[in-house]
């Protein structure tokens, strides 16, 4: 069989396994061993699966991912959600469409300790859409914000899905924060202004009719003070050079089990819940890691990536039409894929191709953390766009007598947010790289 047709062969495994709702770790796993029994025999395989496990599991820079999963798993359960949303409320009150702008101003603040998408969109949807739905909002005004602010999660550091890039393109993880600051700063801002102006444009979605509510220096440092502490603390303390982001994820989480035990939500229930549930996500995320080790190394014996990178190279194409290639790519799967699953998959592939591109006159560590953000603003569109949008999925589930098509049309301007961010980001570096220079 020659390498085109097995490559092709091992992703229609892949996805024929996906089809019928195999877990996608199961489903590259299948279809890499697939692969490599077929190229190398059971013995190398064997060999392969020992080392390789043991490798990837021993690897001290992975701690980081549980311990930053504890820590929203803390927030999450520690009830911080509601008072974020309360500020925020308060401070956006006399601006129309002021609520939902809140939400999205609550899951940037709450993404700030969270890490997850999925996380930041729940938990403030639990607090934000029965506010929202009772001051008179649409489903479909409500839905779309909580789905799309949700992305924040991921966005605004700290994040999994870059910590997994800098694992895997070995790159500095806090360089790698702060560097996604910026953007996803510009992200928020971008979502806030999709929102101004829907409510204007299309009128009966938003209450014509602004409530003012009051706001004190007290209700302030309730609402936002405990996140600024630890946001400050965990990351004042990595790029100080006080702790590693491994022990700065151990002391962010630390200190929101204190701060929730603090408020007095975090029942002995509740505390258990958020252990469990951190690590039941831990392991669904190491197992698509050997998932992901499986298929990529059946995929590089077929020496079929390291053949499109050189023909790509050969191509002719201009180096910025090659990388928007790629994020269109991304975008695509992402629609049938979770972010996590693109990233393990692809990064292998395309990173190589890139780091041979001549970019901006961009330096190779300034070109892999260029390259980070923008794959990560494009996942997060993965995250709301049909026919997949877990996020919508999410929310929607939550809303209940919400169609679903009314969320997909209220993602629209929030989508074309997230384009012109894109477009920005990958035209002017400096708005991710600008961070960096403090940092050296």
């Not at 991912?65 to 798993?73: K, N």
């Not at 601006?95 to 609550?106: D, E, F, H, L, S």
């Not at 300034?366 to 997949?388: E, N, Y």
Request: glycine share 10%; charged share 10%; aromatic share 10%.
């Amino acid at each position: 069989m020659d390498p085109i047709t097995l490559c092709l062969m091992i992703f229609g495994i892949m996805l024929a396994l996906m089809v019928v709702r195999v877990p996608i770790a199961v489903a590259m796993f299948v279809a890499g061993t697939t692969g490599y029994l077929m190229q190398a025999g059971w013995l190398p395989y064997a060999n392969f699966l020992k080392t390789q496990t043991y490798s990837r599991f021993s690897n001290y820079d992975l701690s980081v991912i549980p311990l930053f999963l504890l820590m929203g798993q803390f927030a999450t359960h520690g009830g911080l959600s509601r008072a974020l949303f309360a500020f925020a409320n308060a401070l956006m009150s006399r601006v129309r469409g002021g609520m939902a702008m809140a939400a999205v101003i609550a899951c940037a603040a709450f993404g700030a300790v969270c890490g997850s998408s999925v996380a930041t969109a729940a938990t403030v949807s639990s607090v934000a859409l029965p506010e929202m739905t009772r001051h008179g909002y649409s489903g479909r005004l409500t839905t779309a914000t909580l789905a799309a602010g949700g992305t924040l999660g991921i966005m605004i550091p700290p994040s999994v899905i870059l910590i997994i890039y800098a694992i895997l393109t070995e790159q500095n993880i806090a360089k790698l924060f702060a560097a996604a600051t910026i953007p996803g700063l510009i992200a928020m801002l971008g979502y806030l202004v999709a929102i101004a102006v829907y409510v204007r444009l299309v009128p009966g979605h938003a209450p014509e009719k602004v409530e003012v509510e009051r706001i004190d220096a007290r209700d302030a440092i309730v609402g936002l003070g405990p996140i600024l502490v630890i946001f400050v603390l965990v990351f004042g303390g990595i790029y100080g050079g006080i702790f590693t982001p491994t022990e700065g994820a151990a002391v962010g989480a630390v200190s929101t089990l204190v701060l929730a035990l603090a408020r007095g939500e975090l029942t002995r229930a509740k505390l258990a819940t958020s252990f469990y549930q951190a690590a039941e996500s831990s392991a669904m995320i190491f197992l698509i890691f050997i998932g992901a080790d499986v298929m990529n190394s059946a995929l590089a014996l077929t020496q079929v990536p390291n053949q499109l990178a050189q023909a790509v190279g050969a191509s002719g194409w201009p180096p910025l039409a090659i990388v928007g290639s790629i994020l269109v790519f991304y975008v695509i799967l992402g629609c049938v894929m979770d972010e996590l699953s693109m990233i393990l998959l692809t990064i292998p592939i395309f990173f190589p191709m890139v780091m041979g591109l001549d970019l901006w006159g961009l330096d190779p560590t300034g070109k892999a953390i260029w390259f980070g953000v923008l794959i990560l603003m494009v996942v997060g569109i993965g995250l709301i766009a049909p026919p997949v949008g877990l996020n919508v999925y999410i929310v929607n589930g939550l809303a209940k007598g919400v169609p679903i098509a009314e969320s997909y049309r209220g993602v629209v301007p929030f989508l074309v947010s997230d384009f012109i961010r894109t477009i920005l980001l990958l035209f002017v570096p400096a708005l991710s790289l600008f961070l960096l220079r403090f940092m050296d």
